[in-house]
C-alpha cells in the first residue's frame, strides 16, 4: 500500500495562513474517512480535524473550530486543512491518516498514516 504524502507546511507569522494537502495513491481513496492529526514538540499527537467520504460528515477539535477547514477532491485522491487565525498553538508537525472508520480516525487509531508536514507559527 503506498503511503500517504503531506505537502504544504512552512513557516508562517501569528494570524496568518496555510493550506495542507495529503495526496493518497490508489483508486479507493474515495472509500476511506480522512484526518488530520498534529504533533507539537514535546507532545502528544492530537486531533484536529476529520472528513468523512463523499464529505457527509466533518469533525473539529475544540482549539481549531472556526478557523480550519477540512475538505477533499476525490478525483484528485487529495484531501486539504486551510488554516487560518494560526498562532503559536498551531506549531507542529500535521500528518494526515485514514481509515475505513470515522471513531477511528478520529481517535488516532487510523491504520494510514503519512510522514508529515512542518508548520511553525512564528513572528
Known amino acids: 500500500q503506498a503511503h500517504m504524502v503531506e505537502s504544504g507546511g512552512g513557516l508562517v507569522q501569528p494570524g496568518g495562513s496555510l493550506r495542507l494537502s495529503c495526496v493518497a495513491p490508489?483508486?479507493?481513496?474515495?472509500?476511506?474517512?480522512m484526518g488530520w492529526f498534529r504533533q507539537a514538540p514535546g507532545q502528544e499527537r492530537e486531533f484536529v480535524a476529520a472528513?468523512?467520504?463523499?464529505?457527509?460528515?466533518?469533525s473539529y477539535s475544540n482549539s481549531v473550530k472556526g478557523r480550519f477547514t477540512i475538505s477533499r477532491d476525490d478525483a484528485k485522491n487529495t484531501m486539504y486543512l486551510e488554516m487560518n487565525e494560526l498562532n503559536a498553538e498551531g506549531t507542529g508537525v500535521y500528518f494526515c491518516?485514514?481509515?475505513?472508520?470515522?471513531?477511528?480516525?478520529?481517535?488516532?487509531?487510523?491504520?494510514?498514516w503519512g510522514q508529515g508536514t512542518q508548520v511553525t507559527v512564528s513572528s
Open positions: 490508489g483508486r479507493t481513496f474515495h472509500a476511506y474517512v
Open positions: 472528513i468523512s467520504q463523499n464529505s457527509a460528515r466533518t
Open positions: 491518516n485514514r481509515d475505513g472508520s470515522f471513531d477511528q480516525v478520529v481517535g488516532g487509531r487510523a491504520f494510514y
